[in-house]
């Protein structure tokens, strides 16, 4: 019989091995965390090496949506659920109080469906915004929603859905819906950074004048008379401050640049960032980017990932940048991006995508004619009344300083400088407008672009026109020997103007039915350049009675605008002494 | 079907829950004898509960406490709130929220755990074989978890107010700041300026306004009429309480022979530019230039269009069943001369004969048209009935009375939407419409300090503005005090819908507590949207009393313990007779219970049978469709009546006002506690029966 001894162990020896045990298993956890922590910085480096800008600067606000994730476990479908529900009901019951942070929730819970991010752009940009009374507000929702689009684009850089969708609500909210005048204003200026002008003692009594005279509205003299009391100076943006300058200089007074606040207290955007510095040249940080490969083709576009790279080539903007410049450079970069990518637009056709560069660079410079029209208003001293949004506002300003005679005083030259620039970038808008139309042909042979030409084409020469004859209104009428040659420039355009809006009109504002009937023998819509310009007249004259008579409408107001450009060019020739080529 | 088809006297059915709560105790104690009752030692409790706690803390349960305090400061980081008053707003709601969420997920685990583990690993012997009772056992545990909950509330608590200080600090300095570059017509001024000056953690007490109504005009007291504006902008509602005789006994053959509404209504044209009275046009039709902007549809002559409404202010007679839908052309009606406007059916008012007799009352609404100001005076209009007259009485029903005995004013209203008034701006507001807000028996500050007011409403635009330069909704506001006479002088307040924008009164225009507050709108083309008096947070609200942050989140925490209490209960209840896992969800399961029955029960209200039948199922046979409707209709009752026998959490209302920075008031705690007592208490002796008769030992 054998006997078996069991041993026990003492109990200071069990608690012994149990304290080794869990030093050792937290020993495993310290290493593994640190390990982890290792290879993820490894392989986010190599990942940067390999995508240019990708990731985003790791913020607790920036939480890793992939970490939030896993942080809520199964919780996340859920919660997302939740929030989306919640939140388009606050919408429908316009009650916005916690609305942009369940968004921003969302966001984070669902970082990779881009459809949740185009949807949600522009619920912030359109039904958001419209739910604020005040301008004000609306814009600084609006602004919301491009903050949103970066916030995704920093992430996920170049996505042609968020690019393309930051592009949209800049070109189409900010630049071309019903408030477009408020919001471009705002866009031209928070362009700019601010400027802070110091005020010596002995000027202060003299701000109020000053600020007066340089047309700064009461609620704002109010508060930077406050500030330069307070403190010795006080900001202002970089347009006001032009303004001021003449007025407010000498020993003691200096302007330097100031960085504005673009956020309030609790992280909401207030403005813009700027954009440009203080001489209208775009900051080197939104142009510079990835070197051009040296191995891409001469003709091969490049898009080096900087923010405004494509607005490069018509700076300086010392008027600020407007909202449609800022769109057409995403809609461009969008272009560039689904040629390089080939990515997929998730609600656009490959040919939207390509074409939109080019007709909105159209459109862009169709802005800037009406934005230098205005201009030219303000420098003949003319004003027009409050117009609301059914008014076309452009059918208004057209004609009223057409007969302004060359010897015709301003009555703010800074304005007729101002129209000066804009139609100097209608005409640079043209040329690359133009430019984009032949690239976008070589992709979509099919596309039918003639329209599309016609109209810049006319419009290049007659804003080439205007641009000259102001400019040499701006000269001395005696001493300055450039101005002969400006008049003559501006003759050869105003006739060029003529005869490219009657041709635009037969071509595109008659139907073929009607071309066919009363265009003479042996004439079509694509031969009309073989007619010489009196005879090209006498055709759309007669052309014009016709429509007329015969009450067609679908293209009257096509026609009236036609002809107002029409007329246009021949009182300035007449103010000219030139002779029409039509006669 | 049982309970469906059980049909208590009102008076029971009322107060059901405290009826099957008395019931339960008594049962439970009668069953289980009273002589465990008569035992009771609140030192065994005591010592009881201490072991709970321990071994709750032993636990390490709070550890779980800087888990949570990391995830709520993390959670506000991620928020983008609209300015720093929903900043701090947003941070107390998320800070209480994860508290409650704390306690509720903790205590619920422990207490169902907590039975079932000691009886399984015999730890339970101890207790049971000591001079202790299964009562005893029972409420030290509810005491013992109650302390643990309490400890986590305190923490929490202490949190909360150390994080939403800091936040609160930090933003008002920022809004400080920010004021010295703000330009003083910024919609937004008027609030940074609050936000400055009081602070972001506030406790507020409000007076409600009594009553709101808008006049095309301010209601002069010499001016015999109150005047609405036309173009279906405002209303005037005048209400009659019908008399029994109306209404004839059924089986009699005899109707009510109907009604006539007579009255007087005076007009006048508001823009007499506008003025145009249609004239035959010899050859071509003019162009509307003519008519300066005037269109050729429009309705110049004085017309109203009448609404039949019920005692709930409902449309009660369909127009439909109204002569001319309702619509009545004045006949230039002189003072003296009272004009037959309209006669409503007997069929139509049978439908008055189906409301019990003491709301037998219809509501006359007369909604004016054209570009044209509608007055009325005190008993204008009135009732005429051919039967009352038949019985030889006057016939005439005259409108519903004051308290001095004198008829009253019609009640004079916007375009009402649902729960809300519109109100329209113009461009001159000293010609627009006036709104009233009507303050009475206001228990006003008795210092000399301004009185903070607050008025938030909605903004709807017509689309019609221009489109350069900024565009400001401005409310005038203006206090008329009826002890003393004066008026204040107007306040011009640039709003943003939805946003509240505060600002001060002088003290001396609310002195009495009887005041109206005017409100004028300058906005062409827009109007302020202002919810009713009754709702819960209607546009317009005067600060009468401030309380400490501390004294009010202490509340909200009593008001979340009380919670915690409840869970602890409903979870030591259902683990005396399930295991563990089963009692979590049944906790789950009873305390959500009230809810779930009640959004169901809700949802299948009267009519809703019909509804299933017709659109779920597609019954077309009446048999088939009647079952179906039925079955719903009885789930829906039964769902209703088991509602009442569960605890209503939504009692539990810690976090509403406290993140609105309302002062929770005492009736919000007293729900909570009588939650407690009908449905705590009654379930603490029925674990007590249940566990008195669980064999825990041999």
Known sequence: ?583 | MLLADLHLPAFIDAHLEWYVAAALIVAGLAASGLADLSRFSPTRIWAISGVCFQESIRRRVLWIIPLTIVGVVVAVQLLNPIDEQDAVRQTIKYALFATGTLVVLVTIILACTNLPKEIDNRVIYTIVTKPTTRLEIIVGKIVGFARVSATLLLIMGVFTYGYAHLRAGHLQSKARSRLETMSPTDSGRLSLQHYADYGLLQSKTYARTADFQQFARLPLPEETNRWVNGDDEQSFVIGFDLPPALFPDPGTGQDNGGLQIVGQIATEYFDPNREWHPTPFPGTMPGAAEFKGFSLKEISRPAVTIEIQGPDKYNLIPSTEMPGGGFVELTGSKKSEDQQLLTLTAVSLDRVYQLPENRRRINVKFQGNGPIRYGVSRGAVHLFSPRLKSLGQSGIIVSVRDADGQPAWPTFRGRELVGNQEFKGVADPAKGSVGVFAFRNVAVPSNDAPVPVELRCGIEGSGEEISSGESNTHAIVEVYNLKTGQTSPSLDLPIESNRTVFFNIPAEAVTGGNFDVRLRCQAPGRYLVLRNALASNPALQLVIGQESFAINLSKSLLIMWCMSLLVVIVSIFCSTFVSWPIAVVLSVVILLGHWGAQQIGDTNATGMGAQVAKDMFGVKNPAEAKVISSAVDSLSRTLNIASKVLPDISQFSATEDIERGITIAPHVLLASIKVILAFGLPLTILAYAFLKRKEVAP
Not at chain 1, 375 to 397: C, Q, T, W, Y
Not at chain 1, 401 to 413: G, I, K, R, V
Not at chain 1, 490 to 501: D, G, K, P, R, S
Request: aromatic share 8%; glycine share 4%.
């Open chain 1, 1 to 583: 019989m054998t006997q078996t001894t069991i041993e026990y162990a003492s109990p200071s020896t069990v608690t012994a091995q149990r304290h080794w045990g869990r030093l050792l298993t937290a020993v495993v956890i310290l290493v593994s965390f640190i390990a982890t922590t290792f290879m993820q910085h490894l392989t986010q480096e190599q990942h940067h090496a390999l995508v240019k800008s990708a990731g985003s600067q790791s913020t607790v606000s920036n939480l890793n949506s992939f970490s939030l994730a896993l942080l809520l476990g199964g919780l996340r479908g859920p919660l997302v659920m939740m929030l989306w529900t919640s939140s388009e009901s606050q919408k429908q019951e316009k009650d916005l109080e916690d609305f942009d942070s369940k968004i921003e929730l969302i966001r984070l819970l669902q970082p990779e469906f881009d459809s949740v991010h185009l949807f949600q752009m522009w619920n912030k940009a359109y039904n958001v915004s419209v739910q604020m009374a005040n301008k004000a507000n609306k814009y600084t929702t609006i602004l919301d929603a491009i903050e949103y689009g970066r916030k995704i684009d920093s992430q996920r850089p170049n996505d042609i859905n968020i690019v393309g969708e930051i592009g949209h609500i800049f070109f189409d909210k900010l630049g071309s819906s019903q408030e477009k005048e408020y919001y471009t204003d705002r866009v031209l200026k928070e362009s700019f950074p601010d400027e802070r002008i110091t005020v010596p003692a002995n000027r202060l009594p003299d701000l109020n004048a000053v600020l007066t005279r340089a047309g700064v509205e009461p609620a704002k003299r109010e508060i930077m008379i406050g500030q330069a009391t307070r403190t010795g100076a006080f900001t202002t943006g970089k347009l006001t401050a032009d303004v001021i300058r003449p007025l407010l200089n000498g020993p003691g007074v200096t302007y330097t640049f100031s960085n504005p606040i673009a956020y309030n207290a609790t992280g909401r955007r207030l403005r813009l960032d700027p954009m440009l510095d203080l001489n209208g040249y775009l900051l080197p940080s939104l142009v510079d980017g990835e070197p051009r490969p040296a191995n891409l083709p001469p003709d091969q576009e490049w898009n080096n990932g900087a923010e405004l790279q494509y607005l490069k080539t018509f700076e300086p903007f010392p008027y600020g940048l407007s909202p449609m410049a800022i769109g057409w450079n995403y809609y461009k970069r969008c272009q560039v991006i689904k040629d390089q990518t080939h990515q997929k637009h998730l609600q656009l056709s490959e040919l939207v995508i390509d074409n939109r560069p080019a007709i909105n660079l159209k459109l862009w410079g169709e802005a800037e004619w009406g934005a230098g029209r205005l201009a030219e208003m303000h420098a003949f001293g003319l004003k027009i009344a409050p117009f609301d949004n059914s008014v076309d506002e452009r059918a208004r300003v057209e004609l009223p300083t057409a007969p302004m005679p060359l010897t015709t005083a301003f009555a703010d030259a800074d304005a007729a400088q101002h129209a000066i620039y804009h139609y100097d970038l209608v005409v640079k808008t043209a040329d690359r407008a133009l430019l984009e139309f032949d690239r976008h042909q070589l992709h979509h042979a099919s596309a039918d672009l003639t329209s599309h030409r016609d109209s810049i084409t006319a419009m290049r020469q007659m804003c080439m026109a205007d641009r000259d004859y102001l400019t040499a209104m701006t000269l001395s009428a005696t001493g300055d020997t450039k101005r002969p040659a400006l008049l003559q420039s501006a003759v050869t355009h105003y006739n060029q103007t003529m005869i490219l809006w009657e041709l635009l009109m037969l071509r595109h504002y008659v139907n073929d039915q009607v071309a066919a009937a009363i265009f003479p023998r042996g004439i079509t819509k694509a031969n009309l350049e073989s007619l010489r310009s009196p005879q090209l007249h006498a055709l759309t004259f007669g052309v014009s009675s016709f429509l007329e008579s015969h009450r067609e409408a679908d293209t009257e107001s096509d026609r009236r605008e036609a002809e107002r450009y029409f007329r246009r060019a021949y009182q300035r020739l007449m103010q000219l002494n030139a002779t029409p080529s039509i006669q």
